[in-house]
């Protein structure tokens, strides 16, 4: 069946699709927020590049934890249950990062309770998937996962607000954003009459003895990982590599970030019109190339070409990756999402670490480059080794094995 906008536009739930989206990209924004501000953070406190990709990185490990417990409990309670009470939940640590925060523990703190934002993934996508069949999975899971614009809403506007504010006030304008998210999610976000009944907690986590789930992990480490770490690091690599200015860092950051949070839709419908696999091959060599390039730390007109490039085809990726776990994993689309997002948030946690841990060791950011590079090209020949047990091993359960 070919792909079509007009009978798209007539399945389906809109109204939860909106909602899906706008409460991941509000997330999102929370999410990152320590990236975005980082600069500010650092000068205050004086940190070291390895304290630094710490510090953008908590929040990311953080939430990628709980991207486990909150899949299963959009499996088990609702999605917009589980979704409601995340918003409520995010509310916490914006208000403790208002309030004031004197000492770097304190952000940490903060760090470790804004992942309860990331975990927003594990109920967005299967909020929005269980209302759309088969064939539109990739762009429905592209849509709602754009979300992850939030990035060029922190890295945008965050240092705009922080000049004026101050980088403690920014926390309390984000406040405003995610009431706003919560009153219109309860409104019109509706769980699906397709989700399957609530089953024992050992049935749920029986995908963790599938194999395959282990290389959804592996595959979604590298692509949102790879967005989610370089997304967050952005700011402080422009300004400590290039002297870029606090605003002009954040400018940067969020014109690199744009166009990987708006082409996952395009990763997902590509995937849809020719195959996961197909698309994660090409985008995974892509990314090898633009990103060992970049460890050349070129010129910044070239880093932000190359930088814009690579975010793009990462976010490609991460659509490309989503339009094969729902057809594979259809009962358990929301302990699977929350599995394999964890382990993209783990990635995610690992880049920014490793990219100020060995700026420390080695003196510069090439070194982490390069491994992010070649770990890109593993990637891609540890997808290049399963794609023909893919093709076979999944043929019988589609009509058509050409979209896997």
Request: glycine residues 14%.
């Amino acid at each position: 069946m070919g792909l079509s906008w007009k009978e798209f536009s007539k399945i389906g739930h809109r109204g939860t699709l909106f909602s899906a989206f706008l409460y991941f990209d509000v997330s999102f924004m929370v999410w990152v927020m320590l990236g975005a501000l980082g600069v500010y953070i650092a000068e205050e406190f004086g940190l070291s590049a390895t304290q630094k990709g710490l510090m953008v990185a908590l929040p990311i490990l953080a939430g990628s934890v709980l991207r486990v417990p909150a899949g299963l409990c959009a499996d088990r309670f609702g999605a917009k249950k589980t979704g409601a009470a995340g918003l409520l939940l995010t509310l916490f640590p914006l208000f403790v990062g208002w309030m004031g925060v004197k000492s770097f523990e304190q952000i940490f703190l903060v760090g470790l309770m804004l992942g309860v934002a990331g975990a927003s993934f594990a109920v967005a996508l299967p909020l929005a998937s269980r209302w759309y069949p088969p064939q539109y999975q990739g762009l429905v899971m592209g849509i709602a996962g754009a979300g992850n614009s939030g990035t060029v809403l922190a890295a945008f506007f965050a240092p705009r607000l922080a000049e004026r504010l101050g980088w403690q006030g920014v926390f309390g304008v984000a406040i405003v954003p995610v009431l706003l998210t919560l009153i219109l999610f309860l409104i019109l976000a509706k769980d699906s009459p397709q989700q399957p009944p609530p089953e024992r907690l050992a049935r749920y986590f029986r995908v963790l003895k599938q194999p395959d789930t282990w290389w959804f992990n592996l595959l979604y480490m590298i692509t949102f990982g790879g967005f989610v770490g370089l997304a967050s690091f952005l700011s402080i690599f422009f300004h400590d590599q290039y002297g870029a200015s606090r605003i002009m860092a954040g400018n940067l950051a969020a014109l690199c970030v744009l166009a990987g949070s708006f082409l996952r839709p395009v990763g997902g419908f590509l995937a849809d019109r020719f195959g996961g696999i197909r698309c994660l091959l090409a985008i995974y060599g892509l990314v090898a190339g633009l990103i060992i390039f970049i460890a050349q730390l070129p010129p910044l007109s070239w880093a932000i070409l190359s930088l814009s490039l690579a975010m793009g085809a990462l976010g490609m990726g991460n659509g490309a990756v989503f339009q094969l776990v729902p057809q594979r994993f259809g009962r358990e689309i929301g302990v699977v999402t929350g599995v394999v997002g964890a382990a993209g948030g783990l990635g995610g946690f690992l880049l920014p670490s490793l990219l100020g841990l060995l700026k420390d060791v080695t003196g510069t950011y090439a070194t982490g480059f390069v491994v992010f590079g070649l770990t890109a090209l593993f990637g891609m020949g540890v997808l290049a080794s399963r794609r023909h047990d893919w093709r076979k091993e999944w043929a019988s359960a589609f009509s058509k094995a050409e979209r896997i």
